[in-house]
């Protein structure tokens, strides 16, 4: 079915579910840092291509609301590439492809990204519940899109049939053919369908960053 969802009126109430969902951080988990399979290497040649026109590709096709800052997409899209703003919009795009090019070959600094990485939480009514949102800022998402649009084929290689949503063509039709066809088997007698509580925010995100800085960062 298709959900429509309000978001909630800001009171005490609503604070506290939304504080509730955000908890403390789990401390990092060794164990799951080891991992037979070998993380793919991506050496600073792999980026070196990703320039100013990238920046300005990926712009045009970012869509969404503001973050905190209040700058929209439509203001970045026209600041990048508006014929009004030509050497302007050209320097601002060259700058930021280096900016990319650093976060994906370099170790940076944590607590520099806060603004990039800062987000506009809002609570939508599931009722009965509340669902936190996070919007962050249009540049992290431009950022992100050149990034994974210079990727592509990489993304796709390493996510294979066990994420259909990167970039692969025909990858959700393939799941339902895929569960439709499990479905009719005879020795099939139910699908079950899991969903973790929370999962996103109760990710410990310590090993997870541990783990992506294997495979984006490189030596320097």
Same mark, same amino acid.
């Given at each position: 079915?298709?959900?429509?969802?309000?978001?909630?009126?800001?009171?005490?109430?609503?604070?506290?579910?939304?504080?509730?969902?955000?908890?403390?951080?789990?401390?990092?988990?060794?164990?799951?840092?080891?991992?037979?399979?070998?993380?793919?290497?991506?050496?600073?040649?792999?980026?070196?291509?990703?320039?100013?026109?990238?920046?300005?590709?990926?712009?045009?096709?970012?869509?969404?609301?503001?973050?905190?800052?209040?700058?929209?997409?439509?203001?970045?899209?026209?600041?990048?590439?508006?014929?009004?703003?030509?050497?302007?919009?050209?320097?601002?795009?060259?700058?930021?492809?280096?900016? #990319?090019?650093? !976060?994906?070959? $370099?170790?940076?600094?944590?607590?520099?990204?806060?603004? =990039?990485? &800062?987000?506009?939480?809002? /609570?939508?009514?599931?009722?009965?519940?509340?669902?936190?949102?996070?919007?962050?800022?249009?540049?992290?998402?431009?950022?992100?899109?050149?990034? #994974?649009?210079? !990727?592509?084929? $990489?993304?796709?290689?390493?996510?294979?049939?066990?994420? =259909?949503? &990167?970039?692969?063509?025909? /990858?959700?039709?393939?799941?339902?053919?895929?569960?439709?066809?499990?479905?009719?088997?005879?020795?099939?007698?139910?699908?079950?369908?899991?969903?973790?509580?929370?999962?996103?925010?109760?990710?410990?995100?310590?090993?997870?960053?541990?783990?992506?800085?294997?495979?984006?960062?490189?030596?320097?």
């Amino acid at each position: 079915d298709n959900e429509i969802y309000q978001a909630v009126v800001s009171t005490q109430s609503t604070g506290e579910k939304l504080q509730s969902k955000h908890p403390a951080a789990a401390p990092l988990s060794r164990k799951h840092l080891v991992s037979t399979v070998p993380a793919p290497s991506f050496e600073n040649a792999t980026f070196d291509s990703l320039d100013g026109v990238a920046i300005k590709r990926a712009a045009k096709s970012t869509r969404g609301g503001c973050g905190p800052s209040g700058m929209s997409s439509e203001l970045w899209s026209r600041m990048l590439c508006s014929k009004a703003f030509t050497k302007e919009g050209d320097d601002l795009s060259f700058s930021l492809a280096r900016l #990319t090019r650093r !976060l994906c070959t $370099e170790l940076v600094d944590p607590t520099t990204l806060s603004p =990039l990485l &800062a987000c506009r939480l809002i /609570g939508l009514n599931k009722n009965p519940g509340v669902r936190p949102i996070g919007i962050g800022e249009v540049l992290r998402r431009i950022i992100g899109r050149t990034v #994974t649009q210079h !990727l592509r084929s $990489e993304i796709i290689l390493s996510a294979g049939p066990l994420q =259909l949503a &990167a970039g692969q063509e025909g /990858g959700c039709e393939a799941a339902i053919h895929a569960m439709n066809e499990y479905f009719e088997r005879d020795e099939t007698e139910a699908v079950l369908c899991a969903d973790a509580s929370n999962a996103f925010n109760v990710l410990n995100r310590m090993t997870c960053l541990i783990k992506k800085k294997k495979v984006l960062c490189v030596d320097t």
